[in-house]
């Protein structure tokens, strides 16, 4: 039964984002002054690093970042990273995990898991110690964190960011989350694989809201990043109005929360970005109405509405008085 119950949830991430989120392995790592950490590491599967105990110093892709206890740092893959212990002891667990297209990609893993199992008692390793699924490298963070993909520079460029580190509220439920993975992992209970696969999930939810906050909370602090975003999103809209977007895909667009989104465009424009779209809808259908041989049921779903009944409402409110009594006023 639990084999099926992983089986359709595997299926809903699967149909619902494109890609299905795995653990390739937890590791704890205890290191001192004494020990010699490896020059660098580089992975091809993204690398939690949780900081338990202890003080180090972290160059990763040529940025130096300093972590203390309770840290947490999201590296990229195939980025250049090494490790300096600063204080007298460091206590630290690695998660590495990536997305896979293929469902059957998770039971290599498992098997992997299982033959290697000796490997991941080496506490100095610099890396995983089993098989990753070599698609790992080439597939990018699906929708639930495809906003932290790029970063906007302060020449205005667009980069894609080399790791984050995590400082808001959901830092706790991150510590949290991989502590129970871990243990998980290391037991031989019920519906082992369930939970893992169930917790992964999870952390990957909480991982987007944690690196969408640190990105809205970054345009607090950068004058102008804002007003950009919105521009941007602005000719999104201009656009695509009549295609039936939304106030979320427009906020989606340059990788912001709806909420904030909606705050920033009334700051910036002083109309609600749903009555932008619903202006910018009501526009075309004046324009098309003027034409008597398109009928208002077509009008309707041209300018971006999703029925004729949402259309006549809107309309209504708009100009006070229908589609058919606007075409009637103008011919």
């Known amino acids: 039964m639990s084999n099926k119950l992983l089986s359709a949830i595997e299926d ?10 795995i ?13 010699s950490l490896p020059d ?18 972290a160059v990763i892709g040529g940025e130096t970042v300093i972590l203390t206890e ?4 999201v590296i990229r ?3 250049r990273h090494k490790l300096i212990i600063k204080s007298g002891k460091a206590d630290m667990f690695n998660l590495y995990f990536g997305f896979v297209h293929d469902t059957s990609e998770l039971e290599q893993t498992r098997e992997s898991r299982k033959v290697n199992k000796k490997a991941q008692a080496m506490t100095n390793n610099a890396g995983p110690s089993i098989s990753i699924p070599g698609s790992l490298a080439k597939i990018s963070l699906e929708n639930f964190l495809k ?40 037991e031989n209970r019920y519906a082992k694989e369930l939970m893992i696969h169930s917790l992964t999930v999870e952390l990957m939810i909480i991982l987007s809201r944690a690196i969408q906050g640190e990105w809205e909370e970054s345009l607090r602090v950068k004058n102008g990043k804002a007003k950009e975003l919105v521009a941007i999103a602005k ?39 749903m009555n932008y779209l619903m202006k910018k809808r009501i526009e ?6 003027r034409n008597n041989e398109i009928k208002v049921s077509a009008i309707s779903l041209q300018s971006g509405f999703s029925s004729p009944q949402r259309f006549n409402v809107a309309f209504r409110k708009q100009m006070g008085m229908t589609p058919m009594d606007y075409r009637k006023k103008y011919l």
Do not use: W
């Open 12 to 21: 809903d991430v699967f149909l619902s984002e494109g890609s299905v989120p």
């Open 70 to 73: 309770g840290s947490v740092v």
């Open 77 to 79: 893959p195939l980025v």
């Open 235 to 273: 000719q999104y809209m201009d656009e695509n109005f009549d295609q039936g977007i939304t106030v979320s895909e427009a906020a989606s667009y340059v990788f912001l929360s709806q909420g904030y989104f909606t705050r920033a465009f009334r700051d910036e424009m002083g109309i609600s970005p």
């Open 147 to 186: 906003f932290a993909d790029l970063g906007v520079t302060e020449d205005n460029d667009i980069t894609r960011q080399p790791f984050f580190v995590i400082s808001g509220n959901e830092k706790k439920e991150i510590n949290q989350l991989t502590e129970r993975i871990v243990i998980e992992d290391s």
């Open 23 to 35: 653990v390739i392995e937890g590791l704890e790592h205890f290191y001192d002054t004494k020990d």
């Open 40 to 57: 660098d590491s580089m992975h091809n599967s993204h690398e939690l690093l949780y900081l338990r105990e202890g003080k180090i110093e």
């Open 284 to 289: 075309k259908a004046c324009k098309l109405l």
